[in-house]
């Protein structure tokens, strides 16, 4: 039973530990079997006589051998379960779970690399909540807390698997969507900037409401790393708090915002990627085996007109 535990539900970090242990107490088990056919071999007349065999004093020192070995594998459990939970307290926000800055970094550069080789989008948005001072003055930090539990939440049911969501500070997140061009980029973020808005939350002193601003930029070939695509998706996004918060703004190649608004389509293709062209087969095994849905608009969607301030 206890071979099987560890065969079934030892993985990830555990699986090396878990295979030594279930070896170790296969082992014990065949020395035990090994003695008592020893025993039994002498049973019932000459049981003394048994206790003094050589193979029986050797299976007990093997047998002792693989007792101090499974002390020895519980100390490399516990080894293992520290080093995964100090690495989860390193690259994990501890209040929304959800990435902390050095995690980004250290995964969104790997996901860039992988664009770069296979000539692939990849896209940056930066978010930051509306007057969330506001919130810790009305509702306490706790209100707080929960506001950006919320947002976060939203982005973990809203984005893949496959892109990267993280908390960089205080009230500002970021998400790194591979295989995104500026277009759908602009298009998934207006989407969860119209979904938090329209989606009140629950806190004991009562109901609040909460929007924020988020900046989107595409990685080019003057990127030199992640941190160049997030600075002109900042650019964007403070571009977007000093138009009037809640809204969308897409950063153009060479730093400076771009005038659209919310879900504006862009009008030229210099900022989106060359679509893909595949055949109907690849067609039909992407929309089978790669559910995209979230990346669409939906058909009832209207887009919104950009402000004065931007005409």
Excluded at 98 to 126: G, K
Excluded at 165 to 186: D, H, K, Q
Aim: net charge positive.
């Amino acid at each position: 039973l206890c071979v099987w535990l560890l065969l079934r539900h030892g993985k990830g970090s555990f699986r090396s530990a878990s295979r030594v242990a279930s070896v170790a107490l296969l082992a014990q088990l065949i020395l035990g079997l090994y003695r008592s056919r020893i025993i039994l071999m002498y049973w019932p007349a000459r049981v003394s006589e048994a206790m003094s065999d050589p193979r029986l004093l050797v299976a007990k020192f093997a047998s002792m051998l693989i007792g101090f070995s499974m002390v020895l594998l519980y100390v490399w459990f516990f080894v293992i379960e520290s080093q995964r939970d100090l690495r989860k307290s390193a690259l994990t926000d501890a209040l929304t779970g959800i990435f902390n800055r050095r995690a980004l970094i250290r995964e969104s550069e790997r996901e860039i690399a992988l664009a770069r080789r296979a000539s692939r989008p990849i896209s940056v948005i930066a978010i930051d909540v509306d007057l969330f001072k506001s919130i810790n003055d009305r509702f306490g930090h706790h209100g707080g807390d929960v506001a950006l539990c919320a947002v976060a939440d939203l982005l973990r049911a809203g984005l893949r698997r496959t892109d990267l969501i993280a908390r960089l500070g205080g009230e500002e997140f970021a998400c790194v969507l591979p295989e995104t061009n500026i277009s759908g980029a602009l298009h998934i973020a207006e989407k969860l900037r119209d979904r938090l808005a329209s989606t009140p939350i629950s806190l004991p002193a009562g109901t609040i409401q909460i929007t924020f601003t988020a900046g989107v930029a595409q990685m080019i070939g003057a990127d030199a790393n992640f941190n160049s695509i997030m600075e002109r998706a900042d650019l964007a996004l403070y571009r977007g708090k000093a138009a009037g918060r809640n809204c969308v703004v897409v950063a153009e190649p060479h730093g400076l915002p771009t005038p659209y608004h919310s879900a504006v389509k862009l009008t030229g293709e210099g900022n989106a990627a060359s679509p893909i062209r595949r055949n109907s087969f690849v067609r039909f095994c992407r929309r089978v085996l790669y559910d995209d849905s979230h990346h669409k608009l939906p058909r009832n969607y209207r887009v919104t007109a950009a402000p004065e301030s931007y005409a």
